[in-house]
Structures are given as C-alpha cells and as structure tokens.
C-alpha cells in the first residue's frame, strides 16, 4: 500500500527524525575526522572502542534523562539531580568506608556494612529527596524550578555533610564493578541503563501512566476535572527522577572510586535537561518520547567524547560544544529551518507573490 | 511577508468615515472573499468557499459543527493561511499574516475560544496591544476608567482591576467582545459570542451590534440559536461540509429550510416535550441517589439543600452569576465545602477531590471546555477514554483495541466529526469538542452525570439529538443535574427545576411550574 516517499515523509514527520539525524551528524563527522573512531576490538574478552566507551560514559546522563524526561512531561523541571547524584554517591561511599587494609601483603576487601545494603540506602536516600521535590511542587505548589533549586543549592551541603567534608576513596573492589565491570563482553552500565529504560517504558506504555502524565503535562486542570489524582502521579515522576539519579550516582561514584561531594555530577542537569530537549520533546510538557531522550544523551555524550578526540584545546571545549549544541538546537527548530533553507522558499514565495498580483 | 507593508500602525483607532447620521448606509461591499480553500491532513476544511460582506449589515455565518465556519474566520483574519483564493477589504486585496496585521487593517475578531490573558487585568486584557500613554508610560488610570465605561456599555460592573480569570466563561465572552468593539473597525467578526450569555446579555449585544451596523460597520455573526440569527441578521450565508450551499435574505428564508440547507436533509424540529414520553409512563419507584443538606462554601454559594433522584432530569436556572456552576462544582468536589454533608443512597460521604466524586458513580462534564475539559494535544480517543481510565486506575490499561472500540461508538453515536480517532482534539471544531467531553463521561456509566452547558456551541440538530440521549439516560435510571443558561432547552428537558439567585437557592419548581412565565417570575423574585 505504502510507497517508499510515504514512508520516507512519514519517518520525516516522526518526532525521532530530528534526534536521529542530530546523531548521525556527529557520527558521520567522527567517521571522517577521528580516525579509528568506529573501531571496536575486543581485549580480554571485552569489548572496546569510542563507542562503547560514549556509551559507557553516556549512563549516567542516559539514566538522568530518562527521569527527567517524565519530569518535563508534566510540565515541571527538576535541576537538582547534580546534587542527588553526589549525595548518593556520598551515601554509598560513606557506608562501604574508605578503608584500605593489607593482610599479608594481598588487599583485604573490607566494608563497614555489606554492598547490598549501601547500594540500596543510596537509592532510598534518593527517592525520598526526589520525593522532597514531589512534595514541594505537588503538595505546596512551588514552581519546579524554585522547589528543585533549594536541593541544588543544599545538595552539595548536604553531601559534605555525609561525607564529613572529605573525598572519601573506595577500595573495596566489588562496587568498581557497578561503573566499571563488564559483562558478557559488554560494560555493565549498558545493562543497567537498558533495564532502567525497559522497565520505564514498559510503565508507561503499557499501563495508563503515560498517558496520564501527558494529560497532566497539557492540562492539569481538565486532567484534575476527569478523576486524575495530578499531584499523586506528578509527586511520583519526581521521586523517579531522585531514583535514576541514585542510580547514577552509584555509577559516577564507582567509576572513580571515590565520592567528591563538590564535583559529582556538577552541572550534569542541564545536560539532562538539553537531552530531553534534543530528543525532541517539549519542555512545556505533554506527548513525550524516551527513546527521543535517550538518543539526546547519546548526542552529547558523543559531542563530548568527539571534542576529547579531535584535541580541541581544553580551555575552549565547553565553548565548541556550545556552539555544536546550538547549531543542532537551530537544526531541529522548524522556523528556523523555514529562515535558512529559504532559497527555495524564495523563489517560489515570490512566484507565489506574482500570480497573486495578477 | 505580504499585507503587513503598507499599513500604519495607529495607537488611536480612527474611526472611519461613516455616511453622515440620518441617511442609510451605502450598501457596498467591504469585505469579500473568493475561492478560498483550506486543507487540513484528511480533511478539507473549505473547499472554493465565497463570501461577500456588505458594509452596514448583519450577516449570519450557518453551518453544523465542523462545516468550516471558524476556519473560513481564520482565513480572513489571518489566523491560517489559506491554499487558494483570495481576501479583499475594500477592493483591495489583503493577505493578513496574523491577527494583529487583521486588526490594524480594520478587522476585529472575537474568536470562538475566548483567547484572552486569564492571569492579566480585566482592563489590561481589554487595552492589550494598544493602550493608552501618558508621558513616558502606560495609562493606566485611563485604561481603568475606559474598561469600566466599556464594560457598562454593555451592562456589566465588576472589578476591571482582578484577574480575567476570576471569572466565568460568560463574562470572559463579554470582555472579549467588549474589546472587539472598542477597536474601532471597518468589520466586526464575531464567531459564537452568545455561546454561555443569557437572554439579558444577549439582548445587549444586539443593541450594541444594531448601533455599530447603523455607523456602517460590516459584522459576521455566526451561532446556533436559530433565533438570534433571525433577531438581528439581514443576510445569511450557509456552508456545509466546507464547502458553500449559498447566502440568502434572513427574512426570505423559513427557519425549517435554514436547518434543513445547513443539515442537508429535512428536521423534523425540536418536540415540545420529550420528557412526557420518557418519563410518565413508568411508575414513579425512583429512588433518591444524591441528597445535599446545608452544603457550602462562602464567597462561592451559600449552604443549599438539594436531592437528585433516579431517572430525574434536575435543572439548575438562575441568571448569569447566580452560582449554577459553583453549585455543580462543589457537588463535585472541585471546591472545597466549608458546611453541609453529602449523601449518596443515604450513606454519608466525603467528596473532596473530583476522583472521589468519580468513585462514587459521578460525573461533570464542565462549562469552559477549552481550559476544563478537552486535553488539546491529546488524540480524540485518548480525550475520550481519559475519564473511565482514571475511574479505573493507572494499572488497568483498557486495551488499545477496546480503547478504539469505545471511542468508535461515541464518534458514531455523537456524530463527532474528525479525521480519525488519532487526530488531535485541539484540531476539531469547537462544537466537536464538546462532544468529544460529553463521550468521556457518558462513557463512564455515572449514576449521577452533572451537566454544566452541555450543549454549548452544537449545532440545532446535534442538540436536539443530545437532549433526547439525556432523556433516554434518564428512562434507564441515570440522575442528571442539567444547567443551562438557555430557558427552551432546560424546561424541554427537565423534570423539576432548582431555582438561583446571587449565590444561593431560593426555590424548586415541578410540575406545571416548569413553565417560561413561572419561572422568569421566580429568577426576577416578583
Ligand atoms: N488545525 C486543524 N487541523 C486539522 N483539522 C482542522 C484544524 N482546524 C479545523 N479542522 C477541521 O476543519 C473542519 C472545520 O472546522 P471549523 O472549526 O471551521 O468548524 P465550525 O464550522 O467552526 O464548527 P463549530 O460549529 O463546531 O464551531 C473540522 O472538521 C475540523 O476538524
Ligand atoms: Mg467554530
């Protein structure tokens, strides 16, 4: 029934055309300009490679997004997932303890209470400071900006706190695994973010959460009118955006083994929210795409890792990425595209013109 | 890129030149367009549409929902850009690329969705874009003073300094054609102004549209009160399914056969009664469903009593303001009651968020659809299923499948007119809409269904329709509370009226009381 150029305008249509081409274009510029960019070897048994290792480095910010893509879907921002990330980080490295002991000359692996319980204390204490942003926004009625402002500011404090004002290192080599390991083959981030995004997907796909997100996100009032308990769902999508923050937490505080509560996750917010962002959904709330965000998070990992590669001096790399991001900002925005590619709207706006004229 | 050059921009309006007082105005047309065709994905909105505006006239825009009377609007104003045809406005052609463009070349609009600022002023809403300066700086005693006077023009005193928001839809509807007519104009458009006015306002209106036509202006009406449309138009035009059926006389063309052009096929009008056939012939075992005793909330309605059976049709009348929603909405539990208890089936109950009011067999289907009831960028089956999913819970995902097998029936049965069950509910025509909110509740089977206009801009036939489903809802045993600000259509379908007045309840008619004289005497208190 389809003819190719239906499908073709259909994909074009699609709210993941733009994303996917914004990942395409950085990708086919590191096809050309980074050598050995696409190749993958496997050492041990491992694979490695640039891409993988974006996609490695890509976890925690594909986990933030993913949060705060429901966040946005319902008309609010969350800007303290930075400050979450480094009290879960500070949480978790406090309880397993920075001791590091030699019995005999071989390193002794030692906690102060058992992995399982950190890891989970980590999460817990960052559902319920996502719930702290739930509550304020939906219980109080604070903007999300100003409600999820005070944990930016106080987030930091708070992890100092936890941490007693030192950068606690981790030598208990089991939690490296979480940021670091492999499994079969693969980093075992990967398999925590697919998990993640699997099991959000399927909650709101397959159950009425989406859909009641996106009726909130539009109109909450009509949505209060029509039976929806709104500051119920809208109370939940911050404690989430806590919990996937927690989680990468976890993975940046094991990825450098120790908890930094002045540097963990600084400014990765506005990496998430410009991934939710360039993965074409509205920060006005409403219809919202994960796979969209998730694909945003993987350009601006990729935008990074491509700056490192190509030696862009480090003093202007966070202007090169600026000017990169604006350029796929402009890219994606309709009007603009109409403004630029306006040689052909020129000359038929002016065809146009005449045959009116007559 | 077109229109906008040429014209200047004018902080004072000037009022046109008009034929000197005394003397008829020159018929000449003002206003023309020709061709015009708009096409929207899987629809064609206007297909080769012409329309002519004579200068000094009414003329009546007809056509059921989703004909295409709006989209025409907003070819002419500039709101969308047509594929073909063309506009002209005194001979010349105009291709206006925005409403702002439309203003300045001589076109005021009030749109069918009321698109004012609801958390600025009402006399900021009203001076929006051209206010008055003083010095270095907006006027804005000048403002204040000039509302006030405008919005006593047409008989109405409230504060202009609150927020637009404050109020209700009827008086948004007021301010937002107080303000078309202070923009001094050569044409006036008006796409359903009357849509929640009562009797009183409306008659006001015509009095301000009647003056403005004898100083020449141009002014395209459209509603669905046949009546209006024969109270003040000189001529109609008639479209159908976006395309033209033709303009004829207002005085030469019977009401049947306006209904029938506009329908397509004969009416057969609307029944006297219908309530006497539905009801009436089953014995009165009616049970009482919901009993109110001393509800309230100060500053919203004092404390009322008020029992809603089974199978009883209750209207809520009263004047514009006199507390008919806030009365529905506390039922509901929008607001919170400050006094009173609510009963269902006798037992005691608290509602105190609207998914409580659902659980308990209710449901409101609300007066302002644009901000209360349809989620706009939703598709019209979501829209539809929303209420009987939240009724449900988030876990009990109704199946897509029977998601399309429910929304398919109430586009059917409701003759909701769109491209699909995907299109998006902010891309259907106003009347479409509220059909679209009336499926979402009837859908979720409510012992009690609230509702507050429900027939609020839809066509004669579709309304006629949707007061006989009311009756047949009501033959099954369903209780409805029914407000409306138009009196035909509360005494057609009601079996006992509850009568308002400034914010309470002041008595409840039955019987032979349901009756135009009776109850005009009680709303007045003589
Ligand atoms: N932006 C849009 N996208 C798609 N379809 C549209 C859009 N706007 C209008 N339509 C369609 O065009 C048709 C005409 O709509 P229009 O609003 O002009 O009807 P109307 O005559 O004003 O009806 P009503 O009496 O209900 O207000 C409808 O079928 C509607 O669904
Ligand atoms: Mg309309």
């Known amino acids: 029934m389809k003819n190719p150029a239906d499908i073709w305008k259909g994909f074009k249509d699609s709210r993941l055309f733009w994303p996917l081409a914004a990942l395409g274009i950085v990708l086919l510029f590191n096809l050309i300009f980074t050598k050995d960019f696409f190749v993958m070897e496997i050492k041990d048994g491992h694979l490695y490679g640039v891409i993988i290792d974006i996609i490695n480095r890509g976890a925690p910010l594909m986990l933030l997004s993913i949060g705060m893509t429901l966040v946005i879907a319902t008309k609010g921002i969350d800007i303290s997932v930075g400050s979450v990330i480094a009290i879960s980080g500070a949480v978790a490295a406090s309880l397993i303890g920075g001791k590091l002991e030699y019995v005999d000359g071989v390193q002794k692996l030692v906690t102060l209470v058992p992995m399982p319980i950190a890891i989970l204390a980590a999460l817990f204490v960052a559902t319920v400071l996502g719930a702290w942003n739930g509550l304020l926004v939906a219980r109080v009625g604070i903007q999300p900006i100003v409600a999820t402002l005070i944990l930016l500011v106080a987030g930091r404090g708070i992890a100092q706190l936890i941490t007693q004002g030192q950068i606690i290192t981790i ?49 909450p009032v009509a949505s209060r009118f029509a039976g929806i308990n709104v500051s119920k769902y809208i109370f939940s999508v911050y404690a989430f955006s806590g919990l996937c923050a927690g989680i990468a937490g976890l993975i ?93 709207g020129q000359n038929r706006g002016i065809a146009h013109e005449s045959t009116i004229a007559k | 890129m077109t229109g906008g050059s040429g014209f200047t921009f004018l902080e004072y309006p000037i009022h046109h030149d008009f034929s000197p007082e005394g003397k008829v105005p020159v018929m000449s047309s003002i206003l023309t367009a020709k061709g015009i065709c708009k096409y929207f994905p899987g629809v064609k909105a206007l297909q080769n549409v012409d329309f002519e505006l004579q200068a000094g006239e009414i003329h009546c825009l007809m056509g059921e929902n989703g004909a295409g009377k709006s989209t025409l609007i907003k070819v002419l104003t500039g709101v969308e850009v047509s594929d073909a045809g063309e506009v002209c406005l005194e001979r010349k052609k105009i291709a206006p690329s925005s409403p702002q463009q439309a203003q300045q070349l001589g076109i005021s609009t009030v749109y069918q969705e009321v698109n004012l600022c609801l958390n600025l002023s009402v006399a900021e809403n009203i001076f929006i874009g051209r206010e008055p300066r003083k010095y270095c700086g907006i006027d804005w005693k000048e403002i204040n003073r000039r509302s006030r006077v405008l919005l006593a023009n047409m008989n109405l005193d409230i504060d202009v300094t609150q927020p637009l928001g404050r109020y209700s839809v009827a008086i948004q509807q007021m301010v937002a054609i107080a303000r078309a007519l202070d923009i001094s104009a050569k044409v006036l458009i008006l796409d359903e102004p009357t849509s929640s ?48 059926v033709g303009v004829y006389d207002t005085a030469a063309l019977p009401r049947v056969q306006l209904i029938a052009k506009m329908m397509g096929k004969a009416f057969d009008g609307f029944e006297a009664s219908i309530k006497k056939t539905a009801a009436g012939s089953e014995a009165e075992e009616h049970a009482g469903f919901l009993a109110v005793r001393g509800l309230g909330c100060r500053g919203s309605i004092s404390p009322f009593d008020l029992e809603v059976n089974n199978g009883e049709v209750l209207g809520i009348v009263g004047l514009l303001g006199s507390g008919r929603t ?61 209420a009987l999913q939240a009724k449900r819970g988030w876990g009990k995902y109704i199946p897509r499948k029977k998601q399309e097998e429910i929304a398919n029936k109430y586009v059917n049965l409701l003759r909701i007119k769109t491209a699909g069950l995907e299109q998006l509910v902010g891309n259907l025509s106003g009347g479409n809409q509220q059909k679209v909110i009336l499926a979402r509740w009837l859908i979720t089977m409510p012992s009690l269904l609230i509702l507050d206009e429900p027939t609020r801009g839809i066509d004669v036939g579709t309304k006629a329709e949707i007061q006989k489903l009311i009756r047949a809802l009501a033959a099954e045993g369903m209780a409805v509370i029914f407000i409306s600000s138009e009196l035909d259509e509360s005494i057609r379908c009601c079996d006992r009226m509850a009568v308002l007045r400034d914010r309470s309840k002041i008595a409840e008619l039955s019987g032979q009381e349901i009756e135009e004289q009776v109850i005009m005497q009680t709303i007045a208190g003589v």
């Open chain 1, 252 to 344: 940046v505080c094991s990825n450098v083994s120790s908890a930094d509560g002045n540097n963990a996750g600084l400014f990765i917010e506005l990496d998430a929210i410009l991934a939710v962002a360039l993965g074409g959904n509205s920060l006005d709330g409403g219809k919202f795409s994960l796979v969209g965000s998730l694909l945003g998070a993987l350009v601006i990992q990729s935008i990074t890792t491509t700056i490192y590669a190509t030696g862009v001096p480090p003093e202007i790399t966070l202007v090169v990425k600026a000017l990169v991001v604006i350029l796929i900002c402009l890219l994606q925005s309709a009007n603009f595209r109409a403004v630029v590619f306006a040689k052909w």
């Open chain 1, 171 to 219: 030598y208990y080599n089991p939690f490296k695994f979480i940021g670091g390991g492999y499994l079969l083959g693969f980093p075992f981030t990967m398999f925590i973010v697919a998990v993640v995004f699997a099991a959000t997907i399927y909650l709101v796909r397959k159950t009425a959460l989406g859909l009641f997100i996106e009726s909130i996100g539009i109109n």
């Open chain 2, 197 to 244: 006015l009562d009797a009183t306002e409306v008659n006001k209106l015509f009095e301000v549209m009647q003056k403005l036509k004898q100083q020449g202006l141009g002014i395209i009406f459209v509603t669905h009160f046949i009546e209006q449309v024969y109270a003040v138009s000189d001529r109609i035009t008639i479209l159908r399914n976006g395309e033209l």
């Open chain 2, 326 to 386: 806030e009365l529905a909405r506390i039922i509901f539990g929008i607001d919170r009651a400050d006094s009173g208890e609510v009963l269902i089936k006798g037992q005691k109950v608290k509602l105190v968020c609207p998914a409580d009011a659902i659980r308990h067999g209710l449901a409101y289907c609300p007066e302002n659809r644009k901000t209360e009831g349809i989620i706009d960028t939703l598709s019209v089956r979501e829209n539809i299923i929303l």
